[in-house]
């Protein structure tokens, strides 16, 4: 069946660092994929989204691509702030609507 | 994208009471979700909400727990029945576009059930 990996957090980093949240899928045929973002005691927002092989997606600074060959995912920011402790999750979605979700990976970034 | 609305935000019920939390999104959408989630885990999805007919469950959840309605494309409602301190949890509904790449998420609704 389809399923999301995502690597176990918590990732801590000093402000400034790259960043790499991993994030590796099962899937029949070619389901679309997304990075949420949920900040504390906040709702779920949609970070970045790819529907198809080789598709980056980014936004806010983050960027990741779909990787058909690896079934991957990979979350990446060149440069992280503070601001940018959260949970994130790594989902995909198949054609049946409803998305498969990681475990989520919660960043601490310090300053 | 489509804005949800959920209400309430948070709640502290007594056991044995039900709680309707509502959703309404300002735009058509495909599919509504109802999710499940403890502090610090991922989401579990409860059911899909049918317009128009019974919401499809997943395993572990019923409707006589957790009925749950859906009377047109921008609007659901998911009822916690009869709740136990276990209840305590966040439930959030989402919405889904029809071209499966816009789910958007309400805010959330934070139950305690003392």
């Known amino acids: 069946g389809n399923s999301v990996t995502q690597m176990e957090g918590p990732v801590t980093l000093s402000e400034e660092a790259f960043l790499t949240i991993n994030c590796t899928y099962t899937a029949t045929g070619y389901p679309s994929l997304f990075w949420y973002v949920q900040y504390p005691g906040e709702g779920l927002q949609l970070l970045l989204k790819a529907t198809k092989a080789d598709d980056k997606g980014s936004n806010k600074g983050f960027e990741a691509t779909y990787r058909k060959e690896t079934t991957s995912f990979h979350l990446e920011k060149g440069s992280v702030q503070v601001s940018d402790s959260a949970v994130y999750f790594c989902?995909?979605?198949?054609?049946?609507?409803?998305?498969?979700w990681g475990a989520g990976t919660k960043l601490i970034i310090k300053p | 994208s489509a804005v949800i609305s959920q209400k309430p935000s948070r709640d502290i019920c007594q056991r044995g009471t039900s709680l309707t939390i509502q959703c309404q999104v300002d735009s058509q959408v495909t599919m509504m979700f109802w999710y499940r989630q403890q502090p610090g885990q991922s989401l579990t999805l409860i059911a899909t909400a049918n317009q128009g007919s019974e919401a499809t469950y997943e395993s572990g959840f019923v409707i006589d727990k957790f009925p749950i309605s859906r009377p047109n494309l921008t609007f659901s409602t998911l009822t916690v029945s009869n709740m136990s301190p276990e209840d305590s949890s966040i439930y959030l509904c989402?919405?889904?576009?029809?071209?499966?790449?816009?789910?958007?998420f309400g805010s959330g609704t934070r139950l305690t059930v003392v």
């Open positions: 989902a995909l979605s198949w054609n049946n609507y409803q998305l498969i």
């Open positions: 989402s919405g889904a576009m029809m071209d499966n790449y816009g789910y958007t």
